[in-house]
């Protein structure tokens, strides 16, 4: 078994728990309706938090291995907010072949808060996912290739959200191994979908957001 620099081996009970997990939320969604999606999702949700909270008390030091980090914060940073740069200028220059480059100023609502969704994914995609197949794979493109079609095809049926997924999933993964650092890949994730949500999804979850917060 290979070693990680932190002195743990992989937890295949992780990965094949998370890939069980975005199946659930396929199929629950293909065979019932996204509100039972939904559903599943909170219950499993719930499940992987106590889990967290299992490994963080009886496990030293696991904060650091998952990522949760300053020592490198500002190489990371860079690296990670110079592809969501580079993601960024190909999503305008996609929305600009339809026209659509304008955003409502609900957009910035989702700017705000999507770092903390993106921190989220990307705890799931590169701790329960990439980490243990970096112990199984050989080589980096190996790993962030296989972790990134994972985390497209848990965005099924919704093809558009598979193909931007896994680009997006591939390029992070691939920073991530050498900048470890969950808080700057959590930021440059929530600003690359908040832009895809608007430019090229055609969605407005700021608007939403405001929505649920005036009829509270």
Known sequence: ????????????????????????????????????????????????VGYVVWRVRTSPGVLRTWGMRTDNLAPAVVAHLGFAAFGALALFGLAGTTGSVEVPTSF?????????????????????????????????????????????????????????AFVAGFFFTLIYQRFSNLWAVGLAHGLT??????????EDPGAEILNVVRAL
């Open 193 to 202: 979908a908040a832009l895809a949500m608007y430019l090229v999804l055609g």
């Open 108 to 164: 910035w609502v989702t700017v705000v808060l999507y770092p903390i969704y993106g921190v989220i994914q990307q705890f799931a995609l590169q701790n329960f996912i990439a980490r243990n197949l970096r112990m199984t794979l050989s080589g980096p493109v190996a790993v962030a290739a296989t972790a990134a079609l994972l985390f497209g095809l848990s965005h099924f049926p919704r093809l558009d959200l598979v193909a931007l």
């Open 1 to 48: 078994m290979n070693i990680d620099r932190y002195g743990s081996g992989p937890c295949y009970w992780e990965l094949v728990s998370i890939i069980a997990a975005g199946a659930i939320h396929v199929t629950a969604e293909l065979l019932f309706s996204e509100a039972v999606s939904r559903v599943c999702n909170v219950v499993i949700s719930l499940a992987f």
